[in-house]
């Protein structure tokens, strides 16, 4: 099977998440897409997300939802800090039956000559890009890239919801709403009271 790999922290997974992975599992360009959850972003310094077991649980939910999409807690195995390419490397040695491509928005395009290895991703693996506005990718791409059109876009953001939620705020159709609700049970994102 051809898989999407599609990274991030998910702290918390919302409905732009949601809805970009179920697009793109339909999209014929994939059979799956799997939502990796990071446990750490080296270039997110000093961020504390909520812990691996609650953004693995939240992003479980919105996947539940999503025909062709999984999330996947293989990168808490993986020594930190955790590299893409060392992932991906990683899913091939592991599922040697499946190709493994990377999933990423516009705005990481642009960043991507700051990770690791960017040249051997895109040759050993390839990278399908989704539009995030603000953020033209100029044409053409390098073989092994491609721009997936026509994708809706949400302007949302984990950092915005988190903040709802510490306000006390509704955070209804921001997110799916198991994850809502799982927001609430578990008491995340709230600030502890000095």
Not at 73 to 78: I, Q, T
Not at 90 to 119: A, Q, V
Not at 172 to 187: A, C, D, M, Q, R
Request: charged share 20%; glycine share 8%; net charge negative.
């Amino acid at each position: 099977m051809r898989i999407g790999v599609y990274g991030g922290s998910f702290d918390p997974i919302h409905t732009g998440h949601a809805m970009l992975a179920n697009y793109i599992s339909q999209s014929g360009i994939v059979d799956e897409v799997w939502l990796m959850v990071s446990r750490l972003n080296p270039l997110k310094k000093g961020m504390s997300p909520a812990s691996d077991e609650h953004r693995l649980n939240m992003a479980l939910l919105a996947a539940a939802g999503c025909k062709g999409v999984k999330a996947s807690d293989f990168e808490f195995s993986l020594p930190l800090p955790s590299y893409t390419y060392t992932t991906l490397c990683r899913l091939r040695e592991s599922y040697p039956e499946h190709t493994f491509s990377l999933i990423i928005g516009s705005d990481n395009w642009h960043e991507m000559k700051r990770w690791r290895d960017p040249e051997k991703i895109i040759s050993e693996f390839g990278i399908i890009i989704y539009p995030r506005p603000g953020y033209d990718v100029d044409e053409p791409l390098p073989e092994g890239v491609s721009l997936l059109p026509g994708v809706p876009t949400v302007e949302i953001s984990s950092t915005l919801i988190r903040g709802m939620v510490n306000e006390g705020k509704n955070i209804n159709y921001f997110v799916p709403l198991s994850v809502g609700e799982y927001i609430t049970e578990h008491n995340l994102y709230k600030r502890k009271k000095e």
